[in-house]
């Protein structure tokens, strides 16, 4: 397992954009599909972008396709969500998972999970 830690919530008016990153321990980073996942109040979890252990093969969610990118950088050891033309329907907690090898076809097969840090967009 890897131990993750997410960075870069904030409260931004719509339209606007934030990048969030997700800063992980461990040797074995490069060998981890990473996803991104938020959660709204009184709503559940859904997914939002994932990226294989090279990043060469990304997806994304209906609801943020266009509007978000996911990137990493293994030398770093952290995956970033690029997140632009934000609505107010993204505001949530925003988490980031591993998963060793390949991409997780559900959220469950994420076997780390970050803290979460905190989206608001304001209309």
């Known amino acids: 397992q890897v131990q993750l830690v997410e960075s870069g919530g904030g409260l931004v008016q719509a339209g606007g954009s934030l990048r969030l990153s997700c800063a992980a321990s461990g040797r074995t980073f490069s060998s981890h599909a990473m996803g991104w996942f938020r959660q709204a109040p009184g709503k559940e979890r859904e997914f939002v972008a994932a990226?294989?252990?090279?990043?060469?093969?990304?997806y994304y969610a209906d609801s943020v396709k266009g509007r978000f990118t996911i990137s990493r950088d293994n030398a770093k050891n952290t995956v970033y969500l690029q997140m632009n033309s934000l609505k107010p329907e993204d505001t949530a907690v925003y988490y980031c998972a591993a998963a060793f090898g390949v991409v997780p076809g559900t959220a469950d097969e994420y076997d780390s999970w970050g803290q979460g840090t905190q989206v608001t967009v304001s209309s």
């Open positions: 990226i294989s252990w090279s990043g060469a093969s990304t």
